[in-house]
């Protein structure tokens, strides 16, 4: 008998490189001639942007670079000053199963800036990078879904139907999102911007048919002088942004993991229209969509012949069900010893580092910085790294991927013996169920079936765990004679009912 089996394909992105990874980059800066000598450094912070990423044979380049401020007290003690330094970041990533023609995924993220004076007039900067890349590959998954040739009229098939969820676009968009600030009425009036920090927040997406609407907030925290007195103060504003992208295929129920990367800003004061100071932001950023979907497809699960003994060759495909994205929260309460005593705070940041789901635990490092005022006038910080920790509330056979981490708010207040710091850290990823389907991969009749000695019909009762299937395949019938000899409704239960079982020759 010429017998094959017929194939079909469901087109998807297959994932062929995955990287999550902290490195460290340094640079040293020269206190510019116009800037008076350090005495003591408060702290240093910046923003980390992506510039370029490059796939090619076998590797993945990224480049771009941390912006950071440093914040010092002068020679004297007179006021604060601060010290711009750009920290460049270059990571060449071996990447086996990556080609020019991958898509790919990337973000760059500050998880720790520190700096040290090497004498009055050098500083170096010390920056920890989280590295976040992955990469994907246009594919087809091929399943067995039929028996084809000559005489595949003479086969019985089942088939069982499966509801997939692959990763079925990447894609991405770049935006700029800009926006002038004006102080809250009992601000103290701008002076000195001597510090800056941007970040992301709270983006996300939904689909309309084959587009996504991605949207989220750009959120600038500053410290500035004021312009009178010269105290140091703070103050934050965010901006709503919203894009379209193309994720060129239909969606029916997506998951969609958006990779927010910036990749330029622009902070400055500026004199607005009614005359007083306020602060310009212009953020570039890319926009990466990942975005899974659920998908239908048919597979071949058994079959058999009632003229001929057929040999059957199976397999099994890996895929993923199941996939959705989640985040959680956690919550961080820590007293930080500070000396001298702190009068008022100025500041509390937080930046998070390289975020992981182990036994069920969503963990994270954080960074926690206090800048505060004391009584002798001076503007002081503290800093410590406290672990933030969650449960990834998985579901059974599930597994977290592509793990991140940030600071969603964090506020501080003056306690004994110190500050009293409470953040809140958002770990945000996508839970998925990996498993297989079963397939017939070949088919091959070996030699006719016995026919000899085969009653015309049988009677069976039917078992807990027998179908009209399993029954059509013992007893060389097919599911239509017997429900039709039965007159049954095939999605009928027929655990315990008795059956007459016609055989059937081809």
């Known amino acids: 008998m010429d017998l094959t089996v017929k194939r079909s394909g469901l087109e998807l992105c297959e994932k062929v490189f995955e990287y999550s990874m902290p490195v460290e980059q340094a640079a040293e800066s020269v ?24 796939p090619r044979e076998g590797a993945i380049s990224l480049a771009g670079s941390v912006e950071a401020s440093v914040l010092y007290v002068p020679e004297g003690g007179a006021g604060l000053c601060t010290l711009a330094v750009s920290v460049p970041v270059s990571v060449e990533l071996d990447a086996p199963g990556v080609t020019a023609e991958s898509l790919t995924a990337a973000s760059l993220g500050v998880a720790a800036v520190d700096a040290r ?24 998954l091929e399943l067995g879904c039929g028996i084809g040739g000559e005489d595949a009229g003479a086969v019985e098939t089942l088939t069982e139907q499966y509801t997939v969820t692959p990763v079925v676009s990447v894609c991405e968009r770049t935006c700029v999102v800009s926006d002038e600030y004006r102080l809250q009425p009992g601000l103290l009036p701008i002076g000195r911007l001597l510090w800056h920090g941007v970040e992301l927040c709270g983006v996300g997406a939904r689909a309309v048919g084959s587009r996504l609407v991605v949207s989220g907030t750009a959120r600038l925290a500053a410290v500035y002088e004021a312009a009178e007195s010269s105290e140091t103060a703070s103050v934050s504003f965010e901006t709503e942004f919203s894009q379209m992208l193309d994720a060129g295929t239909e969606l029916v129920n997506p998951c969609v993991t958006v990779i927010a990367a910036p990749t330029a800003e622009y902070i400055e004061t500026v004199t607005l229209a009614a005359g007083e100071k306020g602060i310009s932001a212009e953020v570039h950023m890319a926009l990466q969509c990942v975005v899974s979907d659920d998908r239908r497809c048919e597979c071949l699960a058994d079959c058999y012949s009632n003229v001929c003994e057929i040999d059957v060759t199976r397999g099994e495909l890996k895929t993923d069900f199941n996939r959705r994205a989640a985040t959680l929260r956690a919550a961080i309460n820590e007293t930080i010893a500070a000396s001298p005593m702190p009068v008022s705070i100025v500041r509390a940041l937080c930046t998070a580092g390289p975020a992981e789901c182990e036994d069920g635990r969503l963990r994270c490092a954080v960074t926690a910085t206090v800048l505060y005022t004391a009584s002798d006038g001076g503007v002081y910080a503290v800093q410590r790294r406290i672990s933030a920790e969650t449960s990834a509330s998985l579901a059974e056979g599930e597994r977290a991927e592509c793990v991140r981490a940030c600071c969603a708010a964090c506020t501080a207040g003056i306690a004994q013996g110190g500050v009293d710091f409470r953040a809140q850290v958002d770990f945000s990823f996508t839970a998925l169920r990996r498993g297989a389907i079963g397939e017939i991969c070949a088919v091959e009749c070996s ?19 027998d179908s009209l299937w399993i029954l059509a395949k013992r007893c060389h019938s097919t599911t239509a004679a017997i429900a039709e000899q039965n007159e049954l409704d095939p999605s009928a239960p027929i655990a315990g009912r008795v059956l007459l079982i016609p055989a059937v020759r081809q």
């Open 31 to 54: 206190v510019p001639d116009t800037q008076p000598d350090v005495e003591r450094i408060l702290f240093a912070a910046g923003t980390a942007l992506l510039s370029a990423k490059e």
């Open 117 to 140: 004076a090497l004498n009055p007039r050098k500083v170096l900067v010390r920056c920890t990078v989280n590295v976040c890349a992955e990469a994907y590959a246009a594919s087809v």
């Open 447 to 465: 030699e006719a079936a016995e026919a000899a000695g085969r009653p015309s019909v049988t009677v069976v009762r039917a078992g807990g765990t």
